[in-house]
């Protein structure tokens, strides 16, 4: 399997334009979750979805965030205006409910810089 | 809310020595799991421990569930410079959600000196 697919890997972008981030999670999984990672405020629960339905999106920080899964197969996290302050790594992970293991598959994450 | 935190913040030692992480919780836990992130790379799930007072071992890795199941340690024998990168606890999150929804701690970097 190829694991969690992210895209970009990296985007550069100036403050005010729209980002679109991108992922596949793993066949099979059930649960899609985007998390933010920064320095200060380490790993955050964005958002996540269960069978492609929103469940929990208490971590999006503002309006300008917002996520959707249209199929079991892709889900995109936007930003619309991006920020300054919305420059982190955002991590996709997936997981397959069942079986008795809560693991989460990371992707390898997109680091967004706006400037 | 729910509380998840790591001790140290940063731990360097010489290769060969030991290296333990502890991670405690506001909240009682149904399981924890640890994760290793490499630098410049993504987490990557080592282990789950479900049982009050379980240890699990991997290798030079040692891992341990409290008897309150709300606290738990990550111990390595003899570091190798392999072991560098930011160790991470995460535990469900106690508001009502789903087992799934995990909070993380802050992490614990190790860095080896060869």
């Known amino acids: 399997d190829a694991g969690v697919i992210q895209s970009p890997r990296h985007e550069v972008t100036e403050m005010g334009q729209e980002v679109t981030l991108r992922c596949k999670p793993i066949?099979?999984?059930?649960?899609l979750f985007w998390y933010r990672q920064t320095m200060m405020r380490g790993l955050e629960l964005l958002i996540y979805?269960?069978?492609?339905?929103?469940?929990?999106d208490s971590g999006m920080p503002e309006d300008r965030f917002s996520a959707k899964m249209p199929n079991a197969s892709f889900s995109t996290l936007k930003i619309q205006p991006s920020e300054p302050r919305d420059s982190a790594v955002y991590f996709c992970?997936?997981?397959?409910?069942?079986?008795?293991?809560?693991?989460?598959?990371f992707g390898q994450g997109t680091r967004l810089t706006v400037v | 809310g729910q509380q998840v935190m790591q001790i140290p913040q940063y731990q360097h030692v010489q290769e060969g020595e030991d290296f333990t992480t502890y991670c405690n919780s506001s909240t009682t836990l149904s399981n924890i799991q640890w994760y290793k992130q490499r630098p410049g790379g993504h987490p990557v799930f080592l282990i789950q421990l479900v049982k009050s007072g379980e240890v699990k071992k991997q290798k030079r890795l040692t891992f341990q569930f409290g008897e309150a199941k709300k606290n738990s340690s990550l111990h390595i024998t003899a570091t190798q410079t392999t072991d560098v990168g930011t160790y991470f606890c995460a535990g469900p999150n106690s508001s009502g959600g789903s087992n799934y929804k995990l909070t993380f701690g802050k992490g614990t970097l190790l860095t080896v000196n060869p």
């Open positions: 979805f269960n069978n492609n339905v929103p469940i929990d």
């Open positions: 992970a997936s997981t397959r409910s069942g079986g008795g293991g809560f693991e989460a598959f």
């Open positions: 066949s099979g999984h059930d649960y």
